[in-house]
């Protein structure tokens, strides 16, 4: 077992490459992310804390943690900081050790804590995990660092709280770490609640959990299931190779196995160029709907969230539109449209507002009901008046965020779609709730138009929701999967290149 862990969890992590690559289905697809790996102290690195500095010291002179104790005492009277104290103490020491790349250090001091009678917490253990990460070389004992990954994981809640504080990128390896961990001992639930909050934290998920998860899928039948699952709520664009291996293991595996085609979607029509079945979209239901709606509308209205700024009689007057003038067909943000105009001519306000108008216009000859959030300094005088006559306007303060009055005011009907670039990836986040993000995606997926250009004669060039869901499903019998063939695309657009999986018995 400890091989195993050797191979999973340290070699197979430092053999390749340390950039985590993953995209995401969001409605703007972000293309990649970089992964850096955490610097070393002797990278100068300013440290944070003063008293940073001072352990450091400590970490490197020192060869034996006998004196520990008077130090732990000293440091902490010394500095007299709310963030170095008794209790935070073991986990700020093992951070420093890893910093500094200590393991003989980190591995004495899990044992003085032991030793003392005391449990490590979380945040301790996370971090001397990472210290075995970077540091395989010298772990002797691998099995003793897999029964750490297990004793975090057990108390995954509290341990996730504690990682996430960890805004680094040892974060997204601790918590790949465990995944591949809770794989190992076959935990297929828990490793799945761990990647659904990698994905909330848009994070990405290491190819190397990807392909546990394919070797599970291969030797236990109801792995698939749990794994598809994952795939159709995660919104996650596979790489190629992946899919590749995902395509191996459906058509080897002996029951229900799936022959599988590489394949494109008309964008128009949905249809598949090799099933030729046409792929549908997902309708949110009415409960679901509401659900969004309800929080959506209790952060902004009632003031709950803090994230808003603005101020109680901004507030006051966008409840009294709201009630007098949704639903609308239309909500626009017009800072971001009026941003969209060619940067040349972006500091002339008259362009900016030529080109708002030109949008509004667009819906208003269709003879929609139109709202645009606007600012104080982007529109006022004659153009304001002019606008008036079109639409249904809100104008924000300078100094307000204008994204929830948007979203607020655009989920007042299920119908209404909203015009902007805004990825509102940090509203997804502060749902706080894997349902309701899951709602928002779909919502938003079918919801918001973006602008692909604006010309100087007024016509505009929208990109709409394609009429068919873009992550993947299942329907009719067979799996379509979209997959991240490296093909860059603009930030709206998904990959136009899909597995087709069929079963085997049909083919
Ligand atoms: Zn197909």
Known sequence: MSRTLLSNFLALHLSRTFHLKSTYATFKNRKATNENVPKLLSQHVPHVNPFESEMEQFIKTTHSLT?????????????????????????????MCLACRNYQLGK???????????????ATLGKFLSLCYFCSAEVEDKSEVEKLCLSITDKWQEGLKLLQEDETAHYSLAMNAMVNCLLSHNHFDSAILWMDKIIAKERPISEFVYEHWLRKCAAHHNCW???????????????????????????????????????????????????????????????????????????????????????????????????????????????????????????QSSTKVDALMSVVKYFTNQKL???????????????????????HIFITE???????????????????????????????????????????????????????????????????????????????????????????RYSYESPTTWLCLQPKSQA
């Not at 104790?69 to 010394?78: D, G, T």
Request: hydrophobic share 35%; net charge positive; glycine share 4%.
């Open 67 to 95: 004196g520990i104790h008077q130090f732990q005492e000293n440091i902490i009277s010394k500095y007299n900081s709310k963030l170095l104290t008794k209790e935070s103490f073991d986990a700020i020491f093992m951070r």
């Open 108 to 122: 004495q001091f899990l044992h003085h804590i032991d030793q003392a009678g005391r449990q490590a917490n979380t």
């Open 225 to 347: 299931q749990i794994f598809s699952d994952f795939l159709v709520r995660g919104g996650v664009f596979l790489k190629q190779p992946i899919v590749q291996k995902l395509k191996d293991v459906l058509r080897n595996r002996s029951r229900d196995p799936f022959l599988g085609q590489f394949t494109a979607i008309d964008e128009s029509t949905g249809r598949c160029q090799s099933c030729q079945k046409v792929l549908k979209n997902t309708d949110i239901t009415d409960e679901e709907f509401a659900a969004l709606r309800k929080r959506i509308t209790e952060k902004v209205l009632l003031g709950t969230d803090v994230f808003l700024g603005s101020k109680p009689e901004e507030m006051q007057r966008f409840k009294e539109l709201i009630k007098t003038t949704a639903p609308y067909d239309i909500v626009i943000d017009g800072l971001n449209v009026a941003y969209h105009i060619s940067t040349k001519n972006r500091k």
């Open 369 to 391: 009901r139109v709202l645009v959030l606007t600012r104080e300094h982007l529109l006022k005088g004659v153009a304001l008046q002019r606008m008036k006559q079109e639409a």
């Open 398 to 488: 300078n100094l307000s965020r204008d994204d929830p009055f948007l979203l607020c005011a655009a989920v007042q009907s299920k119908h209404t779609k909203f015009v902007s670039d805004d990825l509102f990836r940090d509203h997804l986040f502060r749902l706080a709730d894997f349902r309701l993000q899951a709602i928002f995606r779909l919502w938003q997926r079918r919801a918001q138009v973006q602008i692909v250009k604006i010309d100087r004669n007024g016509s505009v060039k929208f990109h709409h929701p394609p009429p068919y869901r873009t992550v993947s499903q299942f329907a009719d019998g067979c799996w379509h999967i979209p997959y991240d063939d490296g093909t860059p």
